[in-house]
């Protein structure tokens, strides 16, 4: 194995597999380090819409990739129910005409000038659903071959769509600035997909979560047959494809000089790293992010026997409350899991809080009094809260690692972070722009 090389890929999901192989083909060095305490499950590396499927099967495709990692087995589809203030939301099915009516049923006049719009295009549900769904193939492939993320604005997003849908996206626009209560449902539908709480929306913001709140939603799986693939595709380019654990970072003039893994592997030597998580404190990398919730998860046996369906549940206080969204999934075995994001001291353990949050979770409906607590522990998930001066700074994640001659943690050159924690505009779809302008990285 060569082990000084260009870059060091760490991650275990679609955008950091993706961006090892296009290093590799483009002639420059890569190892894909699937470090151990990366979960394959990390919920903002998991779930795609449309737009992102059409870009990462356009981006397989540019690549050559002779697999069928990204075949439509590897992909799931997977709607949700949104609950805020009591009202229940079927949301991510597979008709884009329906996503929007169940949205619109919450707001009578928004639904009124929606339907009337459709009547004077003379435009049915299936040809909603038909045009919609070819136009975001397009833009994906689009947003993949010819832009990077600086080069999207609203005019990008637009340019694909229908003249009428883009004329109810107006309609919608109109009635996010007006109705406070559309603002905070599409804050909350927008923390479901980036795990960032915020009520103000930029105009490129408004219109993509416009375009995610009509598609679908698909969770990628990783399979055993696919990671083999994976593991051969990037073998059979001259890289290095492994698991392990990153246990030491060493600098050199603030820039990469080593890395020291866990195995017989040793060290390697790369000039820059790239790291694809949603959790960097179990790396122990340290950052300058603040205000964020830490997750709870409880694990529960239920009394009834009930569909397998994935909830996430809000209210008023989530804006600016000790607990900004609770995700319920009930499971096929008769049980759930249940994710509490809560703002707590560093210091917290998990046994000063699990009767109080058992009796919310009673009594905000969340669980029946007749379910039984199996077990529960604190995980390493997050939600952040951000405000739009912060997205207007174009604020950064500073990475910061400890330095062996001082021990102290101290900023770096050459290391780029892609994850949630850069409070990404455009969620996922940002994190894959930003992986296929891959020379970042080299």
């Not at 296009?22 to 420059?28: A, R, V």
């Not at 009516?101 to 049915?124: A, G, K, M, T």
């Not at 529960?376 to 405000?387: H, I, Q």
Request: hydrophobic share 35%; proline share 2%; net charge neutral.
């Amino acid at each position: 194995m060569n082990k000084k090389i260009n870059t060091l890929v760490i991650g275990n999901n679609i955008a950091s597999f993706l961006t090892a192989t296009q290093i590799l083909k483009s002639g420059f060095g890569a190892i894909y380090l699937k470090d151990k305490r990366i979960k394959a499950s990390d919920p903002y590396f998991k779930f795609f819409g449309p737009l992102d499927l059409a870009f990462i099967k356009a981006w397989a495709e540019d690549l050559e990739l002779e697999t069928n990692i990204f075949d439509e087995d590897s992909f799931v589809h997977s709607p949700f129910y949104l609950k805020y203030n009591g009202k229940q939301t079927l949301c991510a099915s597979l008709s884009p005409f329906l996503n929007f009516s169940q949205v619109c049923r919450h707001f009578p006049e928004l639904y009124n000038e929606f339907i009337n719009r459709l009547r004077i295009e003379d435009v049915d549900q299936e040809k909603f659903d038909q045009d919609f769904t070819s136009s975001i193939k397009r833009l994906g492939e689009s947003l993949c071959r010819y832009k990077t993320f600086h080069q999207v604005t609203v005019s990008t997003l637009r340019s694909d769509l229908p003249n009428y849908i883009y004329d109810i996206y107006a309609l919608f626009k109109k009635h996010l600035r007006e109705n406070k209560e559309l603002e905070k449902f599409t804050s909350c539908f927008r923390c479901v997909y980036t795990k960032t709480l915020e009520q103000t929306f930029s105009d490129l913001e408004s219109i993509y979560f416009f375009i995610l709140m009509l598609s679908p939603r698909y969770r990628f799986q990783w399979q055993e047959n696919k990671e083999e693939q994976a593991t051969k595709t990037i073998e059979s380019l001259g890289g290095n494809s492994f698991e392990d654990i990153a246990e030491e970072f060493s600098f050199a003039s603030k820039r990469p000089w080593a890395v020291q893994l866990s195995s017989f592997t040793g060290v390697v030597a790369p000039q820059k790293i790239a790291i694809f998580s949603s959790n960097l404190d179990k790396l122990n990398i340290s950052h300058n992010i603040t205000d964020l919730y830490r997750c709870v998860k409880l694990d529960y046996k239920l009394s009834d026997n009930l569909i397998s369906a994935d909830y996430y549940h809000f209210s008023e206080n989530s804006f600016g409350g000790d607990i900004a969204l609770i995700r319920k999934e009930i499971l096929k075995d008769e049980t759930c899991q249940i994710k509490i994001f809560k703002q707590f001291d560093d210091c917290l353990k998990y046994d000063f809080c699990e009767q109080e949050l058992h009796e919310f979770l009673l009594a905000n409906d969340i669980i029946d009094e007749n379910d039984t607590l199996i077990k529960g522990r604190l995980t390493n998930e997050t939600c952040m809260l951000r405000n739009h001066s912060v997205i207007n700074s174009n604020s950064r994640i500073n990475l910061k690692f400890r330095m062996a001659d001082s021990g102290k943690y101290d900023s770096v050159k050459g290391v780029y972070y892609q994850g949630p924690l850069k409070k990404n505009n455009l969620g996922i779809t940002q994190t894959l722009l930003e992986a296929r302008d891959f020379k970042t990285y080299i």
